[in-house]
């Protein structure tokens, strides 16, 4: 190849990798720009669960919910916003102890939180996770203002029905000393 061929592959290729590097900092910064207005209303709806937390780039904001690895989550993607709580413990047996638990309270949770959940085990995987989602166009800014108040509304909904029932259960994992869940 020559010098020219060459060079004109670097340089579509560097232009190539710039046009991804624009398109990921705009995406950070929409993400950064809707945190910081739904941290705003969550503080303005007197929501103290994600007080301590700072905005990010991220498609997703954690607060903790007092059992290790397993967080609260909100996410904003293109097209939902979701609220979930994330079983993710370093022990796949025990994200999968406590998503039974849970699971075993279902229709009583369900009944509590005023809609059908979406119950995700992922046998196949380590984690679980509880979640319920509604369609929403994340990239336009119009939506915004309900993405917001559905989110704030339904963390809010997802704390109040789940906070007792992990405490409970964090007992439970704490007092095991061999390990073992059954």
Same mark, same amino acid.
């Given at each position: 190849?020559?010098? !020219?061929?060459? !060079? ?5 290729? &560097?232009?190539? &990798? ?8 705009? *995406? ?6 809707? #945190?910081? !207005?739904?941290?705003? +209303? ?8 994600? /007080? ?11 607060? $903790? =919910? ?6 609260? /989550?909100?996410?904003? =993607? ?9 079983? /993710? ?7 999968? #102890? ?12 369900? /009944?509590?939180? $005023?809609?059908?959940?979406? #119950? ?8 679980? *996770?509880?979640?319920?989602? +509604? ?20 963390? *809010? ?6 906070? &007792? ?5 964090? *007992?439970?994992?704490?007092? +095991? ?6």
């Amino acid at each position: 190849m020559t010098c !020219a061929i060459i !060079a004109r592959i670097r340089s579509k290729n &560097e232009s190539e &990798e710039k046009a991804v590097q624009n398109t990921q900092k705009k *995406r950070h910064k929409l993400r950064l720009n809707f #945190w910081e !207005a739904v941290l705003e +209303q969550l503080r303005l709806d007197g929501v103290t669960l994600y /007080q301590n937390i700072n905005p990010a780039k991220d498609h997703w904001l954690s607060a $903790g =919910s007092g059992m290790r690895s397993c967080p609260y /989550q909100m996410i904003f =993607s293109r097209d939902e916003a979701r609220v979930e709580i994330s079983l /993710q413990r370093s022990e796949t047996a025990e994200n999968k #102890w406590l998503f039974d638990q849970l699971f075993g309270e279902k229709e009583q949770i369900e /009944q509590e939180f $005023g809609a059908e959940i979406d #119950w995700r085990r992922m046998d196949d995987k380590k984690a679980s *996770r509880i979640v319920y989602a +509604q369609p929403f166009d994340g990239f336009n800014r119009e939506d915004w203002p309900e993405m917001i108040a559905w989110l704030s509304n339904h963390i *809010r909904k997802l704390e109040a029905v789940f906070s &007792e029932r992990l405490t409970r259960l964090n *007992r439970q994992v704490r007092v +095991q000393d061999d390990g073992s869940l059954e």
